[in-house]
DNA sequence: GTCTGGATGTAATAATGTAACGCTACGATG
DNA sequence: CATCGTAGCGTTACATTATTACATCCAGAC
């Protein structure tokens, strides 16, 4: 869907920073896969005939990216997803379906600190619930 | 802290597994050390002149132990922490400090599953929260 | 112009993880 | 006892993921 391009660029013009061609390339092609890609996907993707993009290439836009909060970075899977939201990065809860691997994402009320051992300074958390997902449930007749 | 060989082994007894000597060496050097270690570490530390380990070796062993609940892998490291009670993997919540490495693992209660998309069934969750530990934040003075 | 810093190109390689196949040892079964 | 099936491990090769280091380019400041 796109608009998350616009978004984004609105995203980047206020918080300052320069989305490159490049880089807005690397996040239309995450946007527009609907479930998490793997960075050597993207690598093949873009267009060799104008980048010459080796792999730090895709690396270095993912990071830019990611820092800017449009791309979720998927632990478990070492793959990318666009955040829906421009810019909440940080408290994602990610829902993953390990069937049709579509990821949800959800907005983190400060996701599970419960418990959190005493004085511990949570900068950065990983959230990540793998499962199925209702429309998988709902189509697979006996699916494991 | 040893007593967690001790553990394993009877919890392997009891839910009828096998914690052969090599599984039972990985766990030994995983729990030996107090900070997430890489698989490859523990590659390179297994005794060559009695067994002869490749890469599979290890993340067989790996396996083993993380299926037993008696290792976690810290996914966001590709790396790997002693379960401090064993059979418990599963609702883990891992806290890592960024500045001494250390894990500190807290029995979650059904981690963070705040704003479920309907239906969604949870298989495996992953908790981990990155940031600086108290006795970082205490010791370190006008530390990043 | 020219300087500078961010962005990208480039080559090489490191680090992480898996597939596929074979052998061995051991318990179950006839 | 024989032999069969399977778990565990050895072994080779390779696939995938990621980084380091250095060169170059380019837009804007001066």
Redesign the pocket.
């Known amino acids: 869907m796109p608009g998350i391009l616009e978004e984004a660029d609105k995203h980047c013009a206020k918080t300052g920073?320069?989305l490159?061609?490049?880089?807005r390339r690397v996040l239309e092609l995450v946007a527009r896969a609907d479930v998490p890609v793997?960075?050597?996907?993207l690598l093949s993707q873009i267009d060799h005939t104008r980048?010459?993009?080796?792999?730090?290439?895709v690396?270095?836009?993912l990071d830019?990216l990611i820092d800017a909060g449009l791309v979720h970075r998927v632990e478990a899977l070492?793959?990318f997803v666009a955040c829906p939201q421009a810019g909440h990065g940080h408290a994602a809860v990610l829902y993953v379906c390990e069937n049709c691997t579509k990821v949800t994402e959800v907005q983190g009320t400060r996701p599970g600190q419960e418990n959190k051992p005493d004085g511990f300074e949570v900068r950065r958390s990983v959230v990540e619930h793998y499962g199925i997902c209702l429309s998988c449930l709902k189509n697979d007749t006996s699916k494991t």
Chains 1, 2 share one sequence.
């Open positions: 920073v320069r490159t061609p490049l880089r793997k960075a050597y996907d980048t010459n993009a080796k792999p730090p290439t690396y270095r836009a830019f070492n793959a």
